[in-house]
T-cell receptor, first 114, second 111 residues
Framework: EAAVTQSPRSKVAVTGGKVTLSCHQT?????MYWYRQDTGHGLRLIHY???????EKGDIPDGYKASRPSQENFSLILELASLSQTAVYFC?????????????FGPGTRLLVL | GEQVEQRPPHLSVREGDSAIIICTYT??????FSWYKQEAGAGLQLLMS?????DRKEEQGLTVLLNKKDKRLSLNLTAAHPGDSAVYFC??????????FGKGTHLHVLP
């Protein structure tokens, strides 16, 4: 069964500080994604990647960087955390480029920026 | 671009009753449709997916209907039980990395 793990599961950060969220998948999937979830907005795509050492911007990339050092790992980096980045962040992976390639989600990281 | 509207945002039903959630979308080229369930404090769990050439799919007490003419997707929990209480999301996509999620429906099944 597909397995996506995230760390930390929750984090409190200070405004202006650097935050790194990590994601690890054991599915051997090429595609990985970072979403944020806010009440009333569903999930919105921040960054994604389809190969190691390469990342692509999603729909809301401003204020975020991503890093894909290997097929298994995908990180989301907030260089200067802001209050508006308080949200729940989900990582996901999928096998390929087809519309039917299901995305498998991690359990989420709850980030609170004070 | 593609827009997805999901309704209702909140739904309460009695145990054993049906619960129906509807999503409408705008892009007729949408190829794939999914429903996810999110329990408190957890990630999204895939319930069911259908390709655009499928009108109806049933699995384990769940029925997904796709009306391409009206661009409407629905999820019917035919006999809800308290364990079904969660947030449900529809998702539509034209390719693997362009997935648009609905805003979610909070389902509460009363015993």
């Amino acid at each position: 069964e597909a397995a996506v793990t995230q760390s930390p599961r929750s984090k409190v950060a200070v405004t202006g500080g650097k935050v790194t969220l990590s994601c690890h998948q054991t599915n051997n999937h090429d595609y990985m994604y970072w979403y944020r979830q806010d009440t009333g907005h569903g999930l919105r795509l921040i960054h994604y990647s389809y190969v190691a050492d390469s990342t692509e911007k999603g729909d809301i990339p401003d204020g975020y960087k991503a890093s894909r050092p290997s097929q298994e790992n995908f990180s989301l980096i907030l260089e200067l955390a802001s209050l508006s980045q308080t949200a729940v962040y989900f990582c996901a992976s999928s096998a390929g480029t087809g519309a039917q390639d299901t995305q498998y989600f991690g359990p989420g990281t709850r980030l609170l920026v004070l | 671009g593609e827009q997805v509207e999901q309704r209702p945002p909140h739904l309460s039903v009695r145990e054993g009753d049906s619960a129906i959630i509807i999503c409408t979308y705008t892009d007729s080229a949408t190829a794939y449709f999914s429903w996810y369930k999110q329990e408190a404090g957890a990630g999204l769990q895939l319930l069911m997916s259908v390709l655009s050439n499928v009108d109806r799919k049933e699995e384990q007490g769940l029925t997904v209907l796709l009306n391409k003419k009206d661009k409407r997707l629905s999820l019917n929990l035919t006999a809800a039980h308290p364990g079904d209480s969660a947030v449900y999301f529809c998702a539509v996509n034209t390719n693997a990395y362009k997935v648009i999620f609905g805003k979610g429906t909070h389902l509460h099944v009363l015993p």
